[in-house]
């Protein structure tokens, strides 16, 4: 049976891309939620001040962080057991039923309390598939991938990752400055791109239909089941492993949120930009940020993955404290784009290559289970909860507290960098590769 390494380029762009489809329009219906949510806060949740409803709308975002690691859970063993392809395929129609019933749920004022309930079912269904989506998707790409370009094809994850983000935002751009007024978004127009979210998972769907199969999983599906099958158990006797994911993530997935999705927010909110002028510089920084990551893929398969992640840890814990400051004080928008900006190129440290050295670290027939669940578990814990805490602390008077929280959990990944195995000279994938198959 042959490996990653045998297949042609094109037999390998085709795979990717096929991966990769699918993967943006997740990302672009669980990012559109919170791109909308100036416009939509209102809807579901009675009237009080902007930053009151803003905690509403966040801590539903939140909430559903809570669904990804039964996502991460359920759609790992389902990846590891039935295979990529199918568990791919389960998300996406997970996610084109939360986006519909988003965008077709009565508003607070003739339904009320149930419009937030609908809400809040509609997100934990996202959440389900989004935490699915990021441990098989990362599998899949770095399964597919040769191996001394494998940091640079698995990148495209997140390339699609911010893609979807910056889709969400390209479309709200378009409805503010071309379509509809301000008060239309208001009324009825935030719900158009939870629409288009329906409608472009339904296509994902019928792309991810020609997928094939990864040969590390036709490989272990071959071997005998026992001691192998998937499981909370199995996964158990890699603590050192899942131990690495979670320090891994903690700080990677902090700043990532902080300076992307909430970017937008703390531009309007505290640094003074009109809503518009947050949205176009939130876009325009996500464009640079997405076209960084094969670059910096690249770099960790000439250097290893190692040297890249410290360099993250280093400069995220010395600079996040003076860059929050920055972009709070920033008087134009150029300003303002050149801090958030900083903040995504370093970053991009832990972004480009956290899912192939998560990957790298497990055996193919606990591999989606070993990257997904403890990956959400981490991102449910400071991903999810990045804005909330950020808007609890501004309502509380003590905004600078959270530039703090933020360097100070990269910094706790970086211990993770400094005593952990580069996974460039020490991958899973490899030795799974060299054994000869049942």
């Not at 329906?198 to 199969?213: G, P």
């Not at 404290?321 to 920055?326: C, L, R, S, V």
Request: charged share 15%; proline share 4%.
């Amino acid at each position: 049976m042959r490996s990653a390494d045998s297949i042609t380029p094109r037999q390998r762009l085709r795979s990717i891309f096929s991966g990769s489809v699918g993967n943006l329009v997740e990302w672009y219906d669980w990012y559109v939620y919170s791109a909308f949510s100036l416009y939509f806060a209102h809807a579901f949740f009675p009237e009080g001040d902007s930053t009151a409803q803003l905690m509403n709308t966040a801590a539903v975002f939140a909430v559903g962080f809570l669904m990804r690691p039964v996502g991460g859970w359920l759609m790992g063993l389902y990846a590891d057991r039935k295979g990529r392809k199918a568990a791919l395929m389960a998300s996406v129609l997970l996610m084109c039923a939360g986006s519909l019933m988003i965008a077709l749920t009565p508003g607070f004022d003739r339904i009320g309390y149930a419009a937030p309930v609908l809400l809040l079912i509609a997100r934990l269904l996202q959440g389900l598939s989004v935490g699915g989506e990021y441990g098989t998707s990362a599998t899949y790409l770095s399964e597919m991938a040769q191996s001394q370009h494998r940091g640079f094809w698995s990148s495209f994850q997140y390339v699609t990752l911010v893609m979807g983000q910056l889709l969400a935002l390209a479309v709200l751009i378009v409805l503010q400055r071309f379509l509809l007024s301000e008060q239309e978004l208001h009324d009825w127009g935030w719900r158009i791109p939870f629409v288009i979210g329906a409608a472009c998972a339904v296509t994902a769907l019928y792309l991810r239909r020609s997928m094939q199969e990864t040969e590390s999983f036709a490989r272990v599906s071959q071997q005998p089941k026992a001691g192998q099958r998937s499981s909370l158990r199995v996964l158990l006797q890699h603590p050192r492993e899942v131990a690495t994911v979670v320090g891994l993530t903690m700080g990677g997935t902090l700043a990532f949120y902080t300076y992307t999705t909430y970017a937008q927010k703390f531009l309007a909110n505290t640094a003074g930009f009109s809503k518009a002028d947050a949205t176009l510089i939130s876009a325009v920084s996500l464009l640079v940020f997405m076209l960084l990551q094969p670059l910096v893929g690249a770099l960790s398969d000439r250097t290893g993955r190692r040297p890249v992640l410290i360099a993250f840890g280093v400069l995220g814990t010395a600079l996040t404290i003076p860059i929050m400051h920055g972009m709070a004080g920033a008087q134009t928008p150029l300003a303002a784009f050149g801090w958030v900006m900083s903040g995504l190129v370093i970053v991009s440290g832990y972004t480009a290559i956290n899912a192939v050295v998560k990957a790298e670290l497990f055996p193919a027939h606990i591999r989606a289970l070993g990257v997904g669940l403890p990956y959400a578990l981490t991102v449910s814990l400071f991903g999810g909860t990045a804005e909330y805490i950020a808007l609890w602390l501004k309502n509380a008077g003590h905004e600078s507290h959270y530039y703090w929280y933020v360097a100070g959990c990269i910094g706790c990944s970086l211990l993770v960098y400094v005593f952990m195995r580069d996974t460039r000279h020490h991958s899973r994938i490899d030795l799974d590769d060299k054994e000869p198959p049942i």
